[in-house]
């Protein structure tokens, strides 16, 4: 896996998972395993580290996030997706400013890699 692809005046973030010190935290499904309080501390992380990437990747040719897309491990009855991944917006848009304000699609999936609760991916453009 590359965890970051630019091609032109476009770079792809792969999905991070919400990593502490390189263990995962925060494994299992919202709604059955996790509270959305969790899941939405598990989207900061894994923000965050979308943010660690761009910039140690551009530097100073960020030019803003186009697009995130936000995968919630969810138990059969949970519909709060959205709220989950608004902490992931927070995120971005503390980091960046208006530049971070994106498009943004939040996705209940069965499971993700690992037992993770929370999986966020990024598209940005590039000056």
């Given at each position: 896996m590359t965890p970051v692809v630019e091609h032109g005046r476009t770079v792809y973030v792969s999905g991070q998972l919400p990593r502490v010190g390189g263990e995962l935290a925060h494994l299992g499904r919202v709604g059955v395993d996790v509270d959305v309080e969790t899941a939405r501390e598990a989207a900061r992380i894994s923000a965050?580290?979308?943010v660690d990437l761009l910039r140690a990747h551009l530097g100073d040719r960020f030019a803003r996030v186009l697009k995130i897309t936000g995968f919630v491990a969810s138990g059969p009855n949970f519909t709060e997706q959205g709220r989950v991944v608004d902490a992931a917006?927070?995120?971005?848009?503390?980091?960046?400013?208006?530049?971070?304000r994106h498009a943004r699609s939040a996705i209940g999936v069965a499971q993700l890699p690992h037992g993770a609760c929370v999986e966020i991916e990024l598209i940005a453009a590039v000056h």
């Amino acid at each position: 896996m590359t965890p970051v692809v630019e091609h032109g005046r476009t770079v792809y973030v792969s999905g991070q998972l919400p990593r502490v010190g390189g263990e995962l935290a925060h494994l299992g499904r919202v709604g059955v395993d996790v509270d959305v309080e969790t899941a939405r501390e598990a989207a900061r992380i894994s923000a965050q580290a979308c943010v660690d990437l761009l910039r140690a990747h551009l530097g100073d040719r960020f030019a803003r996030v186009l697009k995130i897309t936000g995968f919630v491990a969810s138990g059969p009855n949970f519909t709060e997706q959205g709220r989950v991944v608004d902490a992931a917006s927070q995120t971005l848009i503390e980091a960046f400013g208006d530049v971070g304000r994106h498009a943004r699609s939040a996705i209940g999936v069965a499971q993700l890699p690992h037992g993770a609760c929370v999986e966020i991916e990024l598209i940005a453009a590039v000056h």
